[in-house]
């Protein structure tokens, strides 16, 4: 008996622009096309609850935008971060002034939250792939671990709630005023 292993042939970004959206929401690198994984509890929590903080601290001071599940297309790839916060001056605009609904260029700062059965690897290589195109900062938080690993220029640096990390993380500059907390983040969790 022979088996066969159906090779999926690849499609270019704007074939891949042109289909529909799935959910959750697909991504594009390479002539690849990847499902995210279907958020859970811990991750819609901790995605819901840190848009919003970043919004009331840096939206009403016009610094930045923290924009969920926002497709971003730059560089020949198109991502869907779980949130990607935009600083203000680079925030897309309409004809009519309002926020444009393409995003074709790379967050400022992206924040990835791990799911269960989600690579480190692969949300690792997406956030070093937004530095080298522009983004200033990028987070993983790791539900699992209760960690957050903090990419910026250098070396990462893993923060976690075991260690009792009391230190503000790294923001976005313009944020810097900002505290938060590994800690902070975690507690969200508790209901």
Request: one cysteine or more.
């Amino acid at each position: 008996m022979v088996t066969t292993v159906e090779k999926r042939q690849a499609i270019s970004l704007k074939e891949f622009l042109a289909s529909p959206e799935t959910k959750p929401a697909s991504e594009y690198f390479n002539g690849e096309v990847t499902q995210k994984p279907m958020p859970q509890g811990k991750h819609s929590r901790l995605q819901s609850r840190l848009a919003r903080e970043i919004d009331l601290f840096a939206e009403d001071q016009k610094v930045a935008l923290a924009l969920t599940e926002l497709r971003c297309t730059f560089a020949g790839r198109s991502i869907v971060p779980d949130i990607a916060v935009i600083r203000w001056q680079n925030l897309p605009k309409d004809e009519e002034g309002e926020i444009a609904n393409r995003f074709e260029r790379h967050p400022d700062w992206i924040i990835e939250i791990l799911s269960p059965d989600q690579s480190m690897t692969l949300v690792m290589e997406k956030i070093l792939f937004c530095l080298q195109n522009g983004a200033e900062l990028g987070w993983i938080i790791d539900p699992k671990t209760q960690s957050i690993t903090v990419f910026q220029s250098g070396l990462p640096k893993i923060y976690r709630v075991a260690n009792g990390d009391p230190e503000s993380l790294p923001m976005l500059p313009g944020l810097e005023a900002w505290q938060l907390s590994v800690n902070d983040i975690f507690g969200w969790l508790k209901v």
